[in-house]
């Protein structure tokens, strides 16, 4: 994009797009994430960059439609991103058909602002039997998304196809969200799509070492004690653990070429503590 044209990035979503999994306490709601990185690149190729990133975990579809559309829209961004519908998948009373008309809805709206729109597949995560009955939700909602995109003009990352992800160090401790190494990965990927190079030190890996059938065992009874048990009793109490926050960066910012978003918020902290004192 040429130095002269306005430049805003917008961001919309749920965890995969807020950052979690790529945890940096010294940034909003302690996370970083694919689409801050994706941010401070472009600012790094083309000085000038704004950035806002309206996405909070556990958000359902319905939510983002309700809370991030229209204020991104207002925005008057020229690049979008949008990940929606992974919490739905995975909502065993979700109609398929009605959220990916949603999706198809959503991502129209979008396309309209004349903003270059950027659409995800979902990945098919290999986390456990327990969730093997969604492949079937998943496989249709990744047909529904590359339509779409033929439809609305976006560009697609096919984020299903990519086989970095079969290691499983490219995922946290949840094996639902991605490590940092995965969002970094996934920020090399949307800028390579976007047609921009970057300076991302990608994670390289040694060859993982074999575990034994007990160790894997215990990993498996570690998983459901500190993230399957968790995850069923918020559900069962109605509650998420995207409630009580908010957008990361609720307004544009102005991303600096150095330093990138952590000197920005460490600039805010540091101007709020004098506010604070006076």
């Known amino acids: 994009m040429p130095d002269h044209e306005r430049k805003l ?23 970083r994430g694919w689409a801050d990185r994706v941010a401070e ?15 909070v975990r556990s958000k359902r579809m319905r939510h983002i439609i309700a809370d991030q559309l229209e204020p991104a829209v207002a925005m008057n961004p020229t690049l979008i991103t949008l990940y929606a519908g992974g919490n739905d998948i995975m909502d065993l009373g979700t109609s398929m058909e009605k959220l990916m008309a949603d999706y198809r809805w959503m991502a129209k ?3 309209a602002t004349g903003a270059r729109l950027v659409l995800f597949t979902g990945y098919n995560v ?5 969730l093997e009955p969604l492949k079937k939700r998943n496989a249709y909602f990744n047909e529904q ?13 096919d984020y299903e196809t990519f086989t970095e992800y079969e290691d499983r160090r490219m995922w946290g401790d949840d094996r639902l969200h991605m490590s940092k190494a995965g969002h970094k990965y996934l920020a090399h990927r949307v800028l390579k799509l976007l047609g921009i190079k970057d300076s991302i030190k990608l994670t390289l890996f040694e060859p993982p070492e074999r575990r034994s059938l007990r160790q894997r065992a215990a990993e498996q009874r570690q998983w459901i004690n500190d993230w399957v048990l968790p995850l069923m009793g918020r559900k069962v109490r109605g ?14 910012v102005t991303v600096p070429e150095k330093g990138g978003l952590r000197k920005f918020a460490k600039k805010q902290r540091k101007a709020e503590r004098a506010r604070r004192a006076a």
């Open 9 to 31: 990035y917008v961001a919309i979503g749920d965890s995969f797009t807020e950052g979690v999994g790529d945890w940096n306490k010294q940034l909003p709601n302690g996370v």
């Open 109 to 111: 709206r979008l396309a």
């Open 126 to 130: 290999k986390v456990s039997l327990l």
């Open 239 to 252: 509650v998420t653990m995207g409630d009580h926050l908010t957008a990361r960066w609720p307004r544009p």
């Open 41 to 55: 690149q472009l600012a790094k190729n083309s000085p000038g960059w704004q950035y806002a990133n309206l996405a």
């Open 145 to 157: 998304v590359r339509a779409i995109a033929k439809e609305t003009g976006a560009l697609l990352l």
